[in-house]
């Protein structure tokens, strides 16, 4: 395939990420590998020479918008036929068959287990000029570490597992992610030192279930023994986590938090239901009441901090009574905020296969319930803090305007100031709270 190089001017490549931070991470890793065979990254879609969609299919609507979004780019390739064009990540290490026979113009599809195989497979389609697919079932082992683009200056994702092992009955993660693999705890460090090296100040480590972190290795460490190994790299101000399963979050985790300088106070804890039978049905393992005991241990040990959750409405056989029971749960937790969604039918899951789909107009009524409870308890939760001084991670000007700045709180807490003195992104500053709302605070500079 000839190329913008044969002419002197850089190749481009241009990614368009659906999905969680894992994704987004991915598409990072992917834009550090076409880096070192000379390509550079263009927003400007119709200049590239080569595009990646990694995809998502934890949920139907987002696979629409995905098989939408591919077929938009056949126009592209009409204009420019040695673009290449290319579908990777979960969709494409589920549908890896149907992708291809429905969409012609696509060039390369790549799984989930081959996304360090990039620079090899692009020089295959290079040289063939034949579509590629690369797919495996399973990953054998851990997939070497690659290059990384990172999208911003200020926080950055770690990796430090891939796949889950959990198998809840209505996600489609473990059969497109594979079995947990563990990365070498050393690696993990040396990828954090290197990040404040050069001048992030904030990461996250990134797992399926990161309480899962080391039962795969032979290391004999555990997620905690990370946390604390983390905790001693003192050129990175924080460190965030995601994601916990309830069920394995313990009190070795939680002590390692409570004595920590850089462990953000923000628990992430999907309940997903507050029916002992609806998470039964889900394969969660664990009950409402382990979870609230979880709860207690955790407010207790770390005072002041937050906590945040996940839930699904209208799991087949949802009744109104169990839905009653999650909306009562939700109130005597109090979440400080909490990631609603409407239970979307994945064909391959045991769920999808239950009897007594809820109707959607059931499952859009239960969630509007949902998020209006949810809402009030965020809102009085936030009103708590006006007055108070909050430590905020600067993270640039706000969306809507440059003379508003945009920062994080340790509890991950969103606030907004007027931009007075010389703060730039990346400082630590001190917000007095001046105004709470449902999803934001806001704030002068002391």
């Not at 990420?17 to 400007?44: K, P, V, W």
């Amino acid at each position: 395939m000839e190329s913008k190089q044969n002419h002197g001017s850089p190749k481009l490549f241009h990614t368009i990420t659906f999905g969680c931070q894992m994704n987004l991470n991915d598409s990072e890793r992917l834009a550090g590998q076409l880096r070192t065979i000379g390509y550079e990254i263009t927003e400007n879609m119709e200049q590239a020479d080569i595009i990646l969609i990694n995809t998502c299919c934890v949920r139907e609507s987002a696979e629409k918008k995905i098989y939408g979004k591919i077929g938009e780019l056949k126009r592209l390739k009409l204009v420019n036929p040695n673009l290449i064009i290319g579908v990777v990540g979960c969709m494409a290490q589920k549908d890896k068959d149907k992708i291809l026979k429905k969409f012609p113009h696509v060039n390369l599809v790549m799984g989930t287990h081959n996304t360090h195989q990039l620079v090899e497979l692009i020089a295959k389609l290079e040289e063939s000029r034949e579509p590629v697919l690369a797919v495996w079932d399973q990953a054998e082992r851990l997939a070497p570490d690659v290059p990384t683009v990172r999208k911003g200056k200020i926080s950055a994702w770690v990796p430090i597992m891939y796949g889950c092992n959990n198998f809840c009955t209505y996600c489609i993660v473990p059969y497109v992610r594979g079995r947990e693999r563990s990365r070498p705890l050393e690696h993990i460090i040396n990828e954090i030192q290197q990040l404040g090296q050069d001048g992030f100040r904030e990461i996250t480590l990134l797992g399926q279930n990161v309480n899962s972190y080391g039962k795969d290795s032979e290391e004999q460490v555990d997620f905690a023994d990370l946390l604390r190994a983390a905790d001693q790299v003192d050129t990175i101000a924080r460190i965030r986590y995601m994601t916990s399963h309830p069920r394995d979050m313990n009190d070795k985790v939680i002590e390692t938090i409570k004595t920590s300088k850089r462990i953000c106070e923000h628990f992430h804890l999907p309940v997903q239901a507050g029916s002992d039978a609806i998470l039964e049905g889900m394969n969660r393992g664990y009950t409402t009441l382990y979870y609230r005991q979880l709860v207690a241990k955790i407010r207790q040990a770390v005072p002041g901090a937050s906590l945040t959750t996940d839930l699904i409405v209208g799991f087949p056989g949802e009744t109104e009574d169990q839905f009653q029971e999650t909306l009562d749960f939700l109130k005597t937790v109090r979440y400080d905020a909490a990631y609603t969604f409407i239970y979307s039918q994945r064909s391959g899951t045991p769920a999808a296969r239950y009897p007594d789909q809820v109707p959607l107009p059931t499952k859009k009524a239960r969630l509007n319930q949902l998020m209006t409870v949810q809402n009030e308890i965020s809102l009085a939760i936030n009103e708590q803090l006006v007055g108070k001084s909050m430590e905020v991670l600067v993270e640039g000007p706000s969306k809507n305007d440059d003379n508003t700045l945009m920062g994080r709180t340790r509890t991950n807490k969103i606030v907004l100031w007027p931009k007075k003195g010389q703060e730039q992104a990346g400082d630590l500053v001190h917000i007095q709270i001046d105004t709470a709302q449902t999803w934001v605070l806001k704030g002068r500079l002391i």
